[in-house]
C-alpha cells in the first residue's frame, strides 16, 4: 500500500490549502481513508476520515465547519480541503487507510485505532 500525501506548506492566519493523497496498492473497495496530523513528538491527532462504502465523512471537532474531506474515485486521490486556517492547525499531516473498517458504527477514534497504514507527512505551518 502506497499513500502518498502532498500539498502542504506555509499559509497565513485565515488562509486555505488543499492536502492530496494518492492511494495505491490495495483492492478492497470498502476501505476508510482519511488523515490524521502531528506536531513534534506529540500525540496523532485524528482531524477526518471518509468511508468509500457510504461516503460517510468524519471529522474532529476542532474542525468542523473549516475542513472538508472528498474524494475523486478516478484518479484514486483523497483531498482535505483545510479553510479559515489557524496557528494551531499547524502540524505534520498524514493520509492514513484503515483497510478493515468492518460493519457497523463507524467514528474517528475508530479510524486512529484501526489504520493499517500511513505515508509520508506533509508539513502545514499556518503563520504570519
Known amino acids: 500500500v502506497q499513500l502518498q500525501a502532498s500539498g502542504g506548506g506555509l499559509v497565513q492566519p485565515g488562509g486555505s490549502v488543499r492536502l492530496s493523497c494518492v492511494a495505491s496498492?490495495?483492492?478492497?473497495?470498502?476501505?476508510?481513508i482519511g488523515w490524521f496530523r502531528q506536531v513534534a513528538d506529540s500525540e496523532r491527532v485524528g482531524v477526518s476520515c471518509?468511508?468509500?462504502?457510504?461516503?460517510?465523512?468524519y471529522y474532529t471537532d476542532s474542525v468542523k465547519g473549516r475542513f472538508t474531506i472528498s474524494k475523486d474515485n478516478a484518479n484514486n486521490t483523497v483531498y482535505l480541503q483545510m479553510n479559515s486556517l489557524k496557528p494551531e492547525d499547524t502540524a505534520v499531516y498524514y493520509c492514513a487507510i484503515d483497510l478493515n473498517p468492518g460493519s457497523g458504527s463507524y467514528s474517528l477514534s475508530r479510524f486512529m485505532g484501526g489504520m493499517d497504514w500511513w505515508g509520508t507527512g506533509t508539513l502545514v505551518t499556518v503563520s504570519s
Open positions: 471518509l468511508s468509500s462504502k457510504d461516503g460517510a465523512t
Open positions: 496498492g490495495f483492492t478492497r473497495d470498502q476501505v476508510v
